[in-house]
């Protein structure tokens, strides 16, 4: 069993719309990371939370951790927010993180 | 502040060849990773650096890995004899910590695509 669990592993939506990106663990953690990643390679931090809600723009990032469970929300969906979105789980102090396989998001105008 | 820089970015290579990454991290950053990530798939960790000190290796780093930082600033990722498995991209990262759990986010570098023909 994987320890870290994405759904849905591709998302296709229309510009505007509602986007949910779900992850789920199996691990007790100090702090979990949603990455995102364009084509060609480059990742980019988004949000590093412990616990609650965390918002940037048009992203909305929560965690549970007695469920073991994050979202990633984004409202007002573009297409420029097209890439792949992954969720990234830190035990400890250091970033040995890991990693989902990733969510593609393509957001259609 | 130019961000986390890899060299070069895209590298072919036969099978049985040796072939070596570099990665410049953030000036100020004294945490230094190296990642693997094969297509379709999330990046795996595979070491990691506190300053020049090489403080964690996975079991992915087979003894023909071999990652150094000498002077705690850019890192070097080599790979002897190269094999087909190989074949993927190799991204480094870093962040400034200060021992315990800063809140310190982690940048990538855009990664270094190898393919092993």
């Known amino acids: ?109 | 502040d130019t961000g986390v820089s890899q060299d070069p970015r895209h590298k072919i290579t036969k099978r049985g060849q040796n072939v070596t990454f570099r990665c410049d991290p953030i000036s100020e950053h004294n945490r230094l990773y190296w990642y693997r990530q094969t297509l379709g798939q999330g990046p795996e960790f595979l070491t990691y650096f506190q300053n020049e000190a090489q403080l964690e290796k996975s079991r992915l780093l087979s003894d023909r890995f071999s990652a150094e930082r000498p002077k705690g600033s850019f890192s070097t990722l080599e790979i002897q004899r190269t094999e087909q498995g190989d074949s993927a991209m190799y991204l480094c990262a870093s962040s400034f910590d200060r021992g315990q759990f800063s809140g310190n986010t982690i940048y990538f570098g855009e990664g270094s695509w190898l393919t092993v023909v």
């Open chain 1, 1 to 109: 069993k994987n320890e870290v669990e994405q759904s849905p592993q591709n998302l296709t939506a229309q510009e505007g719309e509602f986007i949910t990106i779900n992850c789920s663990y199996s691990v007790g953690i100090s702090a979990l990371h949603w990455l995102q990643q364009h084509p060609g390679g480059g990742i980019v931090s988004l949000f590093m939370l412990s616990s609650g809600k965390k918002k940037h723009g048009r992203l909305i990032a929560t965690i549970n951790i007695q469920e073991k469970h994050s979202s990633l929300h984004i409202t007002a969906s573009h297409p420029r927010d097209s890439a792949v979105y992954i969720c990234a789980p830190r035990r400890g102090s250091n970033y040995k993180l890991t990693f989902g396989k990733g969510t593609l998001l393509t957001v259609n105008p």
